[in-house]
């Protein structure tokens, strides 16, 4: 963990309530995709978990959903503004286990952290495929950055107005891969888990106080004891989890 | 040059700053970031007999200039705190440190105690009977002074070191219940623990801490927390630790002219990993800022 005072240097609106913030300065604590940031903001106690979209060459990226103050406020902030950030957060996925042929899914605003592993999961001559999944056409943000990292890209809709109509594991079936990353909305996840034939790596977000393992706010039960979803999280695998 | 040691119940402090159990862990999340061998020392997680996982989540919830937590005294079981929590300590800390101590009956404080007591690392022992996220546990000791005196008698019998107790706000008389516990023996007395509260999310009309109700910190509960140190302070002849939303060098401060002879900083550890370390670097110019030299000529200086 490190923290650094980061500069604004875009915020824009993807769709209705999702936005990108591309933040730079000295990015050199974030070690891992699938790690995530705390952002302090101005008149807010707690910082705010936010997990990490793409991270190369001192820029940040962060793609968020508003869902409450304090993603409000972010939303507002203007691109030269500083943030207070704690950077590093987090284990992340580990992609030595992911084979050649890893599938990954992300659920909504489960969809970003999926970015920076596919881009590694590339670099690192690997051929993923993507499921992204939304509730509306009008929800879907970054289908063509990754289409533009070289991924084979499905989309889903639940409401069919774009791809695949139903959820993310509708638009799994036939699909061959050799192991899978998900991140998204808990009961995604759970179909995720009972849909899945091949171990993998989930993503989980929990309420939390500190962010670094000091609080014991966000802990959960796994099959090989307590953990911190913000320390030895938020990356669990499939054989610890508790489903 | 000033001075900014104090004694505590025996003990030599390099400085009065002591982050406050449950929000630094067993110290080496925070020896990666800064030197912890700064502190004055810490008070370690609240340490029970059994282990335990504690509430259900969500734990925690924000609040005007503070946090509600509930995280019901998740840790690894005195055992396990022994075996493993204080050897690695021991690696980045060369001080005594704090052993907070929690329970769920007299019998099990005595357990507890009586074994981190033998601990050579262990300079003071927290008894905390006042956390009020366990139901029908901790927190009815600390609301009734003659529950209280049981536990501290009971513990003081089997330890040779100092016994501070934890107190709980969640009361009517403080003041009484602290007076109980230096007539039991009592070494210290440490307050406050945090203020029993509650949030409620529009969204769902459900409340946001799964366990409903949690203990309520950081820099909104300061006034509350002071006047509870200066009244109890001026009511015991044992050394007093305040805390209770302690944020800066100015609060320090404060609370020891209130009474306290060392002071606690909890929450701002969660939002600021740094924020003990920043305090301690800044007491110095603070001091000199209101013409203190000696920290100690100030403790209880409002009368």
């Not at chain 2, 302690?246 to 990993?273: K, T």
């Amino acid at each position: 963990m490190k923290q650094v005072f980061l500069t604004i240097k875009e915020n824009i609106a993807l769709t209705d309530s999702v936005y990108k913030m591309v933040l730079s300065g000295d990015t050199s604590g974030v070690t891992n995709c699938g790690q995530f940031v705390n952002i302090k903001l101005d008149g807010l106690f707690l910082r705010r978990p936010i997990s990490v979209c793409d991270c190369e060459d001192g820029q940040l990226t962060l793609v968020y959903k508003v869902v409450g103050r304090g993603t409000e406020q972010m939303s507002r902030m203007n691109a030269g503004e500083i943030l207070d950030v704690l950077v590093g957060l987090g284990n992340g996925y580990d992609t030595t286990v992911s084979g050649d042929a890893p599938l990954l899914i992300g659920g909504g605003v489960g969809v970003p952290p999926m970015y920076m592993l596919c881009k590694k999961l590339i670099a690192e001559g690997k051929n993923p495929t993507v499921i992204l999944g939304f509730n509306r056409a009008d929800e879907i943000f970054y289908e063509n950055e990754f289409k533009a990292l070289g991924a084979r890209v499905i989309v889903s809709t639940v409401d069919g107005s774009y791809g695949v109509k139903g959820f993310v594991t509708d638009a799994m079936k036939g699909i061959d891969y050799s192991y899978f990353y998900t991140c998204g909305p808990e009961p995604m996840l759970k179909a995720v888990y009972r849909a899945t034939n091949t171990s993998g790596q989930f993503s989980f977000e929990e309420r939390m106080g500190c962010g670094f393992g000091a609080c014991m706010g966000c802990s959960c039960k796994t099959v090989t004891g307590y953990k911190r979803i913000c320390k030895e999280g938020p990356v669990l695998c499939k054989e610890e989890i508790l489903w | 040059m000033v001075t900014t040691n104090v004694n505590l119940c025996g003990i030599e402090l390099d400085n009065p700053i002591i982050p406050a159990s449950g929000t630094f862990g067993f110290g080496y999340e925070f020896a990666e970031l800064y030197d912890i061998n700064i502190l004055g020392t810490f008070s370690f997680k609240g340490t029970t007999k059994e282990p335990r996982f504690g509430n259900p989540t969500p734990r925690i919830a924000e609040c005007e200039s503070g946090m509600i937590n509930a995280v019901g005294l998740q840790n690894p079981g005195v055992d396990k705190v022994i075996s493993e929590e204080l050897p690695k300590l021991k690696k980045c800390f060369n001080k005594k440190v704090m052993a907070n101590v929690s329970g769920f009956s007299v019998e099990e404080y005595v357990h507890t105690c009586s074994l981190l007591d033998k601990c050579e690392q262990v300079g003071w022992l927290e008894v905390n009977i006042s956390c009020p996220n366990v139901h029908g546990g901790g927190m009815s000791f600390g609301t009734s002074p003659e529950a209280a005196s049981e536990v501290v008698r009971a513990v003081k019998a089997v330890t040779t070191k100092p016994v501070i107790v934890k107190l709980s706000p969640n009361v009517t008389d403080i003041v009484a219940i602290a007076k109980a516990c230096e007539d039991a023996g009592a070494d210290g007395i440490s307050l406050i623990n945090t203020m029993l509260g509650m949030r409620i999310d529009l969204r769902t009309r459900k409340p946001v801490i799964a366990n409903k109700m949690g203990g309520f910190s950081g820099k909104a509960i300061f006034p509350v927390a002071l006047r509870m140190v200066y009244q109890v302070a001026h009511a015991v002849k044992i050394p007093v630790i305040g805390m209770g939303g302690v944020s800066c060098a100015e609060d320090v401060i404060e609370m020891m002219l209130a009474g306290a002879v060392a002071v606690e900083v909890g929450a701002q550890n969660l939002i600021d990993p740094y924020a003990c370390k920043r305090i301690i670097e800044d007491l110095p110019r603070v001091m000199k800022k209101y013409g203190i030299k000696n920290l100690n000529d100030i403790i209880g200086g409002v009368l």
